[in-house]
């Protein structure tokens, strides 16, 4: 629901803050005083296309701001949570300037957004019925969504989009157990390369071992002249040996030590040294003697890592991811080479979900037909209630293929209207009359009450080219319409604002060569001299006032 509308600079209105309730609030005021600007304010909320010349002249922008409340808005909940922009207080915010010097932004909740998805979320907010602007009511899917309401079957409708979701799921799984045409290619290729991973990749552990065999291998040459050539350092014939060297100081050492037994510590540091030198010395002796020096083996060993690089760059993935990759292309290989078991289990699926189809289908268009005949008949009557006698109204019902299941269901729908006796039925959205076309709107609504979940709705040039007791019955549908949700009309005649349960009136002034506009929400007594002029034109009398108040009692009236 609609609870606050404020403009700013906004064509001839230098400042307005309108505060809305629910039920039915009539807009009136003379003729050219801008009672449609509230009309057009909500449509550029809505994301219709701005224009400059809308800012009031000498100003540098216009600013529009709307305030929804969504306590009874749950796809504009839903909407707004899919796209981040929802806010803590559950309020939506809608914003809108428009620049003098051309183009505009808009915000929701603060967060700036592009134009389409002002739109989509006011869809789901507001409605606006009038000469040239675009209706929910005009788009066949939301025709379709309205007559399913109006036939009670929402959870047919429901269980048909789900086994046609269904249904394209497995689908999509036969297509990836086929492949297409290309299965046997890519069954050809899976057993290529999985042989290829289970020949060359290695788990961490032995991946590792193998390269540090390929190191040891790559250097063997000079791994076994640096260890013989260490050994003969430490424990070799010459003179300058570290064990020799060691074992001089020692006996140095031990004459010292015969005189101060102190440096006996010593002595037994060196005993320790030269044993050591001793075992390193035969370690590395041994390790250069037991080196092997294996061509062949080297060559496998580096044959076997050239291999593991190439299908690294093959597969595009690191050396050690190869192990992994392998499992996973088994199981693909499996999966496919075990496709006949599965597509037959799919392929029984699939039968039985078309045939779950067929029959929520089937069920679907039985009550989508009685709803349409309920729905025909109901918008005929109102319509020639509201002064269209004569004319017809039918929600007609196109049967689709039977293809793959459709989450629609087996049919279109489009709403087709003949405003005139003996005029053929054309669909609403060709309907040319602005005046015709609010009006067929207004049926459609108070036919479908209860069925469209739109919370505000909004009524231009409705009572266009009406009077009398067909302007008071279109008064009175539309204050039935407010009873179920927020409306909006702005009228001309004092029948239909005498049904309002709030009353806006426009006035102009001219002030000097400046001309503004004023927004007022009347109280009781302003409401019956709003009427009487309504009612009477320039002379108001005692007359006019009594008609007024007793048009304002009967409206109220239980």
């Known amino acids: 629901m609609l609870s606050q509308l404020s403009v700013r600079n906004f064509a001839v209105v230098e400042a307005a803050e309108i505060a809305l309730g629910p039920g039915l609030t009539v807009v009136t005021g003379e003729t050219g005083a801008g009672k449609s600007l509230l009309v057009d304010a909500l449509l550029l909320l809505s994301g219709t296309r701005a224009d400059a010349g809308m800012v009031r002249s000498g100003c540098e922008r216009a600013e529009l701001a709307a305030e929804f409340n969504l306590d009874a808005a749950p796809a504009a909940r839903a909407w707004l949570r899919e796209q981040a922009l929802d806010d803590a207080d559950g309020a939506c915010r809608l914003r809108r300037v428009i620049a003098a010097e051309g183009g505009s932004r808009a915000w929701i909740n603060g967060r700036s957004v592009a134009l389409g998805q002002l739109a989509e979320l006011a869809a789901a907010l507001v409605e606006i019925h009038g000469q040239h602007e675009h209706q929910t009511l005009l788009d066949r899917s939301q025709q379709l969504r309205m007559l399913d309401a109006v036939a009670d079957c929402n959870d047919a409708a429901a269980k048909v989009r789900g086994l046609a979701s269904q249904f394209r799921a497995l689908a999509a799984r036969v297509r990836a157990l086929t492949g297409g045409d290309d299965r046997a290619e890519r ?7 999985v042989a290829e991973l289970e020949r060359w990749a290695l788990p961490a552990e032995a991946l590792a071992d193998l390269e540090t065999q390929h190191r040891r291998l790559a ?13 003969e350092l430490l424990d070799g014939d010459s003179e300058f040996a570290a064990s020799r060297s060691v074992a001089r100081a020692r006996s140095e050492l031990e004459h010292l030590a015969g005189i101060d037994p102190a440096l006996q510590s010593a002595v037994d540091t060196l005993d320790a040294a030269g044993i050591q030198i001793g075992d390193a010395a035969s370690t590395l002796a041994r390790y250069a003697e037991g080196l092997d020096l294996d061509p062949q083996r080297y060559a496998e060993v580096d044959a076997h890592l050239t291999a593991l690089h190439d299908l690294s760059r093959r597969h595009r993935m690191p050396v050690a991811e190869l192990y992994a990759h392998a499992a996973t292309l088994r ?11 599965a597509l037959a289990q799919l392929a029984a699926e699939q039968k039985q979900c078309l045939a779950d189809y067929a029959a929520a289908a089937a069920k679907l268009s039985r009550q989508r037909h009685g709803g349409a005949h309920k729905l025909g008949q109901s918008v005929t009557m109102l319509m020639g209630e509201l002064g269209m006698a004569g004319g017809t109204f039918a929600a007609e019902l196109h049967a689709q293929s039977d293809g793959e299941p459709d989450p629609q269901g087996r049919e279109r729908c489009e709403f087709m209207v003949s405003a005139n006796p003996g005029m053929p039925p054309r669909p609403l959205r060709k309907v040319a009359s602005g005046g015709e076309l609010s009006r067929i709107g207004l049926a459609i609504e108070v036919a479908a009450l209860g069925a469209d979940a739109v919370g505000t709705m909004v009524f231009d040039e409705v009572d266009a080219g009406i009077g009398g007791a067909v302007a008071e019955t279109v008064g009175a549908k539309l204050r039935t319409l407010g009873e179920r949700c927020q409306v909006l009309c702005v009228t001309h005649l004092p029948q239909v604002a005498a049904q309002g349960h709030a009353h806006l009136a426009v006035a102009k002034a001219i002030d000097g060569k400046v001309t503004r506009t004023h927004i007022t929400t009347l109280d009781a007594k302003a409401r019956r001299e709003e009427l009487a002029r309504m009612l009477g034109g320039v002379e108001i009398d005692r007359e006019t006032r009594a008609h007024a108040k007793r048009m304002l009692e009967k409206a109220q009236a239980p």
Not at 331 to 341: R, S
């Open 187 to 193: 069954i050809d290729l899976l057993r290529h390369e």
């Open 219 to 231: 250097n063997a040459g000079k791994l076994a002249e640096g260890a013989a050539g260490l050994a």
């Open 331 to 341: 199981g693909q290989l499996a999966e496919l080479e075990g496709a006949g078991d």
